[in-house]
């Protein structure tokens, strides 16, 4: 526990001054997260949930979802989750339903499993105040419809997971960014598409109680494009590249059928410019579950 307690401590002062942890949907989807084994089949699944983020220029970034699994066979399953975000700093504010990802996972064996994915926006990336298109960082969604493909395996107490994420559609965003401003153009905003893979370790403290560390490297596999004021499609330097991310989640188990996960996760290392505004110092999640 006293290896444990200074981990959390120094993983901590990490968070408090990094800037980025990135998520444009596949971080959170539940294969690509920690396997859980229950010993016990269940035909469908409830997850609630609540987050927190600080992001750049001291954005606040509150978050819930609702998700629904169902099992169709011993193989394969559906889930849906709806995605709630607001932001606010004392200039700018956002608030409404961001995204839909839905998705199906096919057990190859007990402990690899596949899924594919689409994450649906219900905004398009352009959200105006005052008839004035707000930079990314304040927008709840991505406003692209993308595909997601992935891959995960545990060997015991270890666990990985792959995945990739394209998009398939681009955004209507407008922003253009003052001059000395901290945010980026993205007017007519092309993103790439990104490639990730995590790594953790599962500690069983009791038998209700699960802690597992988890790296997470994301990478954005090409710049980001944005056309200028006279219709010029540019790149953005130093969009490309590695985002390193720390996360650690917590298990209770309430009963055989209910529990609660939080999680906490910051970056390491992040790219340079971040145009996307998935940008956080660090993020808190709460989720309870429940299956029946």
Same mark, same amino acid.
């Given at each position: 526990?006293?290896?444990?307690?200074?981990?959390?401590?120094?993983?901590?002062?990490? *968070?408090?001054?990094?800037?980025?942890?990135?998520?444009?949907?596949?971080?959170?989807?539940?294969?690509?997260?920690?396997?859980?084994?229950?010993?016990?089949?269940?035909?469908?699944?409830?997850?609630?949930?609540?987050?927190?983020?600080?992001?750049?220029?001291?954005?606040?970034?509150?978050?819930?979802?609702?998700?629904?699994?169902?099992?169709?066979?011993?193989?394969?399953?559906?889930?849906?989750?709806?995605?709630?975000?607001?932001?606010?700093?004392?200039?700018?504010?956002?608030?409404?339903?961001?995204?839909?990802?839905?998705?199906?996972?096919?057990?190859?064996?007990?402990?690899?499993?596949?899924?594919?994915?689409?994450?649906?926006? *219900?905004?398009?990336?352009?959200?105006?105040?005052?008839?004035?298109?707000?930079?990314?960082?304040?927008?709840?969604?991505?406003?692209?419809?993308?595909?997601?493909?992935?891959?995960?395996?545990?060997?015991?107490?270890?666990?990985?997971?792959?995945?990739?994420?394209?998009?398939?559609?681009?955004?209507?965003?407008?922003?253009?960014?003052?001059?000395?401003?901290?945010?980026?153009?993205?007017?007519?905003?092309?993103?790439?598409?990104?490639?990730?893979?995590?790594?953790?370790?599962?500690?069983?403290?009791?038998?209700?109680?699960?802690?597992?560390?988890?790296?997470?490297?994301?990478?954005?596999?090409?710049?980001?494009?944005?056309?200028?004021?006279?219709?010029?499609?540019?790149?953005?330097?130093?969009?490309?590249?590695?985002?390193?991310?720390?996360?650690?989640?917590?298990?209770?188990?309430?009963?055989?059928?209910?529990?609660?996960?939080?999680?906490?996760?910051?970056?390491?290392?992040?790219?340079?410019?971040?145009?996307?505004?998935?940008?956080?110092?660090?993020?808190?999640?709460?989720?309870?579950?429940?299956?029946?």
């Amino acid at each position: 526990m006293r290896r444990i307690f200074t981990f959390l401590t120094l993983l901590g002062s990490l *968070f408090l001054y990094s800037q980025g942890c990135s998520d444009a949907g596949f971080c959170t989807m539940d294969n690509m997260k920690i396997q859980k084994t229950d010993s016990i089949q269940y035909k469908s699944e409830v997850k609630l949930g609540l987050n927190y983020g600080l992001s750049y220029e001291d954005i606040n970034v509150f978050g819930a979802y609702v998700a629904y699994m169902r099992n169709l066979s011993d193989k394969f399953n559906v889930d849906l989750r709806v995605n709630y975000f607001s932001q606010f700093n004392d200039d700018f504010s956002s608030s409404t339903l961001s995204d839909a990802i839905v998705s199906t996972n096919y057990k190859i064996n007990p402990s690899t499993k596949a899924t594919l994915g689409f994450k649906i926006p *219900f905004t398009d990336g352009n959200l105006k105040e005052n008839g004035i298109a707000l930079p990314m960082d304040f927008q709840p969604s991505l406003g692209t419809f993308d595909v997601i493909v992935g891959f995960s395996k545990r060997i015991s107490k270890l666990g990985f997971a792959l995945a990739y994420q394209q998009p398939l559609t681009q955004n209507k965003n407008q922003y253009f960014a003052p001059a000395g401003s901290r945010f980026t153009t993205t007017n007519q905003f092309k993103r790439a598409g990104d490639v990730l893979l995590r790594a953790y370790y599962s500690f069983y403290l009791s038998e209700k109680l699960t802690f597992s560390p988890s790296l997470l490297p994301i990478y954005h596999v090409s710049e980001d494009k944005y056309t200028d004021l006279y219709d010029v499609e540019r790149k953005i330097e130093g969009s490309d590249g590695l985002t390193l991310n720390a996360n650690l989640f917590f298990n209770y188990k309430l009963s055989k059928n209910q529990s609660f996960e939080f999680s906490l996760g910051g970056p390491l290392v992040v790219r340079e410019v971040r145009p996307d505004g998935l940008t956080r110092g660090f993020v808190a999640n709460l989720e309870y579950k429940i299956l029946f």
